[in-house]
């Protein structure tokens, strides 16, 4: 386990050498922070359901209201008579409150805070899936750069190979079926770097939908982050930190909660009103009154709406038990494939020094005349296949680790120390949590919208 531990937090080896002002793996997750719309878009969300919180907590306070009326009439008071007309208008204040709903408004605020705080794990969901695609695209565009490389190089040993075999084939020493098969193979080879620079060209694109550009003089990659020394410690990590069990925790309390708003239907309100009115006359007229209701019959849809929550609130928690289950299996899925990688790595080490003594034998061999053109050019390959093969499981290794770290809940711009500012979910959840109108705070609020850039 020490062994693999070690492997586990090395650098894969790159073929590029360093250059002045390479674009490092931070770079590359700090541009897919910044220039990700899907995060915009959650924190859009989340922004959202802040007011939901602000609009419960509207519900506790009056409401106030102005009507003005102002109105034509025209009227004859008896049959042949005169007509008398006139212009009539009135303003009226009223002020209306909630004053008893045993619990409803505030229920309904804390289902709002909840919901919000579930958005926020959804947040950073979305966050370490964009984190974690930077880090996917960084490694395959190195990954296919080095494959073009290995692949150019392949198209150079054959053709070399080719001119061997025609030189060897003018002076008699071999038939023309040598040389067809070197030419065979160099158009195999050809084929090869062809769709070698096309992986490349497809790992840029990707790269570009990441970072929001294409990369320049990607550095190497750095040493990957510490993981826990065993798969249990990882486990037990995920267990406690991973956004969608906690998002499923509170979907599971924002269930509960909801059963306890339909409880309280049963129950009646008290609602007070105050108006005051004056009329073009002169006539004022104040009033003040209480009201008490409560629903007697409403064809069963209360109990309907409670029976309801309570069978939310069971699949709540069924799925909050499901999360649990799939992030365990997702750590214990990702931890064998980082130990299969670790072993593909060492294994293709092996066979890459097996690959080259062969191709060198070989090669010997056969300018003695005791192995063919064909024995040369399928050593070579084997020792290409090694070395593509390598570098593909250094790849998954270092990628495995990524994985393992979301897996955890922990690829994050905070865990990963990237040092930038990033979006404070309690920012503006805290300008408008108390509903705010037209107030120092709501002119915090423009501040707020101005650096969002909206």
Do not use: C
Not at 172 to 196: F, H, K
Not at 419 to 443: E, L
């Amino acid at each position: 386990m020490r062994t693999f531990f070690a492997a586990t937090v090395m650098a894969i080896s790159v073929l590029a050498a360093p250059v002045a002002q390479a674009e490092t793996l931070s770079d590359a997750f700090i541009a897919a922070y910044r220039h990700s719309n899907l995060l915009d878009k959650q924190a859009a969300t989340l922004r959202a359901a802040d007011e939901d919180v602000a609009q419960a907590v509207a519900t506790l306070r009056p409401v106030i209201e102005y009507t003005v009326n102002s109105g034509y009439s025209r009227s004859q008071t008896t049959a042949g008579g005169a007509f008398t007309d006139g212009l009539s208008s009135s303003f009226e204040l009223s002020a209306s409150m909630m004053l008893m709903d045993f619990g409803r408004r505030s229920l309904r605020i804390e289902i709002a805070r909840e919901t919000v705080l579930a958005t926020r794990e959804a947040l950073r969901r979305i966050e370490q899936e964009v984190l974690f695609d930077a880090v996917a695209a960084y490694v395959d565009v190195q990954v296919k750069g080095q494959i073009v490389s290995l692949r150019e190089s392949n198209v150079r040993l054959v053709t070399q190979e080719l001119r061997a075999a025609q030189d060897r084939f003018d002076v008699g020493e071999v038939t023309r079926t040598d040389v067809a098969i070197a030419e065979a193979r160099l158009a195999a080879a050809r084929a090869g770097l062809s769709a070698a620079e096309g992986d490349r060209m497809v790992a840029l694109e990707a790269y570009k939908a990441a970072t929001g550009a294409y990369p320049k003089n990607l550095a190497a990659l750095p040493a990957s982050p510490r993981l826990p020394k065993s798969m249990d410690a990882a486990r037990s990590v995920a267990l406690k930190t991973n956004p969608s069990i906690l998002q499923a925790q509170r979907s599971v309390t924002i269930a509960e909660l909801t059963i306890e708003l339909a409880k309280s239907n049963f129950k009646p309100t008290l609602s007070g009103s105050v108006r005051s009115s004056i009329a073009d006359t002169g006539v004022e007229r104040q009033s003040l009154g209480l009201v008490l209701s409560q629903e007697i019959y409403s064809g069963g849809a209360t109990a309907s709406v409670l029976r309801k929550a309570i069978a939310g609130r069971d699949g709540a928690r069924s799925d909050l038990s499901q999360a649990g289950v799939i992030v365990g299996e997702t750590i214990g899925v990702n931890w064998a494939a980082l130990l299969v990688a670790n072993a593909q790595v060492e294994s293709g080490d092996r066979q890459i020094r097996a690959s080259q003594t062969a191709f060198d034998g070989v090669r010997e061999e056969a300018s003695l005349g005791a192995r063919t053109t064909l024995d040369v050019l399928n050593a070579e390959q084997e020792l290409l296949d090694a070395r593509v093969t390598r570098i593909q499981a250094e790849a998954q290794r270092y990628l495995g680790v990524y994985r393992v770290l979301q897996s955890m809940g922990l690829l994050t711009v905070e865990h990963l120390g990237l040092g930038i500012p990033t979006y404070d979910p309690a920012q503006y959840y805290n300008a408008v949590k108390n509903a705010p109108v037209h107030s120092a705070r709501g002119k915090k609020l423009d501040r707020i919208f101005e650096k969002l850039g909206k």
